[in-house]
Every structure is written in structure tokens, then in C-alpha cells.
């Protein structure tokens, strides 16, 4: 069993503790998993509450404690060699980290990567691009991945302008979205005392259709498993899936309620599904392709 960490609303958790609990999560799920499947696994085995899952970090980062420094502990795994990612956003452990099991492992990784961080920072010093660092109470400095960075801004500004949107507009985009999306009769309700339901949609699956009941809340933090039960609550007998839309994310308890057993199942999209789908529907959002021109000097000195 790993060293347990908290999350609290300021400070920071004990990272190694977090990286070790990352590996046994992987460990639990066969060696590999998505970042969504990892960071609930993570919260269901340290029996996290929905209230730690909820602090988000200060300023305009909307993002989820638990996620950011889960993200870190993910970083310092992999170039401790401990993790490998894919492409796809896949990660999995490696023969080393499938050895570690004892949490002086993992603060010898955290060493092993400070101390590299600070040699090539002080390799670096007078370069003339900086590393972009990150500091925290283990006093450590760490340029993050490029990728991450431009993902967490452009999701960054995406929420928050989401966020800032009247009720009623937040539920046309999600109407709007949903027909993208390939919903037909999508209508918003948004009437008071109607169990939650911001709408209704039918969706064609080939030659079944299955009517739609969704909600749609912008929200900062993480929706519980009390908001999932009250939502069931105005499905029954009116819809055959349930469709819960946020701009903030779901605790590992609202995802298990949602899929339980024996009840209506409802769907869950977060904030960066949210972002990724209006991303990939150009609703509010372009993506623009930099054209790069390589001249080949050697072409022209064979003519």
C-alpha cells in the first residue's frame, strides 16, 4: 500500500507519494491507462474525497489540484524512466517502474530529476531563452513538456470564457454542440423545477434511436455523486441515457455513479472534453496550420 497523500486548498501534497500511488494505480490496471482512467484510479485507491477532488489551483488556472500534481507526478516518473506515454495519451509503466514499490524509490527519482534540472538550468543561465520553471516546497525546478503548456492555455482561456457566458447562452452552445455532434430535435428546456434538465435531444445510432435528457452547468471544481443522483432523479421514465455537460470535472465518485448498475446510464463530458469537442467542431475555436518552407540548396546545385 502506498504513503497517502492529502490535497488541501494551498500547499503542496508530497509528490513522491503521489508517484508512487500513480504506479500502483497502473499497476492495478494491467500497466497502462488513459490520464482519465489513472487519475480516478488514483482517487479510488487513496480513497480521496469529493472535497480534495474539487480545489481547483488559485489565479485563472482552472484546472483540479489532485489533476495538476498528478500531471507532475507523471512527469517526474517518465524522466525517471519509470513511465512511457504514447501518442495517444496512453501511459504505461515500464520494466523499471513495474520494480518500484517503496516510496525511497520514488524520492530517489524526484532527486535524480532535480538534480539534473539544476545542472542544466545552470548549464543554461546564460542562455538566451529560458527554461519556463516550476517551484514548489521540494525546491525543485522543471521545464514542463511544450505540448502541456500550450494545452493548458488554450484550455485555460476556453474555460474561462465559457465560464464568464450567461446560463442561458452556455445551454445554446451545448444545444448547438449536440448537433454538431450528430443530435437531431435538440431543444432547450431550461425551466425551473424540471429535475435538472437543461434539454433534450435524440440521438441515431444506424437504425436505433435513443432519447436524450441533458444538463448542462457551468461550473468551477468538480461535480459529486450527489449532483449525478439528482440528475438520474429527473430521468426516470422520460429518457434512455442521461448526458451531464460541465465546464469543471467529475470526482471518480460522480463517474462510478454514473455508469452504476441497474441505473440509467449518463454520459459525463468535462471541461476539457468540452474544449477538445468544440476544438474539434471549430465552434469558438481555430486551429491554424503553420506553413513551413525548407529550401533544399543542394537541388539547385545539381541543375
Not at 281 to 287: A, F, K, M, S
Request: aromatic letters at 8%.
Amino acid at each position: 500500500m502506498s504513503a497517502r497523500f492529502s490535497i488541501e486548498q494551498e500547499g503542496y501534497p508530497d509528490l513522491p507519494a503521489m508517484m508512487l500511488a500513480t504506479v500502483e494505480a497502473l499497476k492495478s490496471m494491467g500497466g497502462s491507462a488513459s490520464i482519465h482512467e489513472l487519475d480516478e484510479k488514483v482517487a479510488e485507491l487513496e480513497e480521496l474525497s469529493e472535497a480534495e477532488q474539487s480545489f481547483t489551483m488559485s489565479g485563472t488556472d482552472p484546472r483540479p489540484r489532485l489533476n495538476y500534481y498528478l500531471a507532475w507526478s507523471r512527469t517526474f516518473l517518465k524522466r525517471g524512466g519509470a513511465l512511457e506515454n504514447s501518442s495517444r495519451g496512453v501511459w504505461a509503466l515500464t520494466d523499471f517502474g513495474e520494480s518500484i514499490s517503496q516510496i525511497e524509490q520514488t524520492r530517489a527519482i524526484q532527486k535524480q530529476v532535480n538534480d539534473e534540472e539544476r545542472e542544466r538550468a545552470r548549464q543554461k543561465r546564460h542562455a538566451a531563452a529560458k527554461i519556463k520553471k516550476v517551484e514548489t516546497d521540494t525546491n525543485f525546478n522543471l521545464e514542463e513538456e511544450r505540448d502541456s503548456l500550450e494545452v493548458a492555455s488554450w484550455n485555460a482561456i476556453l474555460l474561462s470564457s465559457l465560464r464568464s457566458m450567461d446560463p442561458s447562452a452556455f445551454e445554446r452552445l451545448s444545444q448547438r454542440l449536440l448537433r454538431e455532434a450528430g443530435f437531431t430535435k435538440v431543444e432547450v428546456r431550461g425551466k425551473s423545477g424540471d429535475g435538472g434538465i437543461d434539454g433534450i435531444g435524440i440521438l441515431r445510432v444506424n437504425l436505433v434511436s435513443f432519447q436524450v435528457l441533458f444538463q448542462c452547468k457551468r461550473w468551477k471544481g468538480s461535480v459529486g455523486a450527489q449532483e449525478i443522483r439528482d440528475f438520474r432523479g429527473g430521468l426516470q421514465g422520460r429518457a434512455d441515457k442521461g448526458l451531464f455537460i460541465t465546464t469543471g470535472n467529475f470526482t471518480q465518485q460522480a463517474s462510478e455513479e454514473a455508469t452504476r448498475d441497474g441505473a440509467i446510464a449518463i454520459d459525463l463530458i468535462d471541461g476539457d472534453r468540452l474544449c477538445d469537442l468544440l476544438k474539434q467542431y471549430e465552434l469558438g475555436v481555430r486551429t491554424k496550420l503553420i506553413e513551413e518552407v525548407t529550401v533544399d540548396k543542394s537541388w539547385f546545385e545539381k541543375i
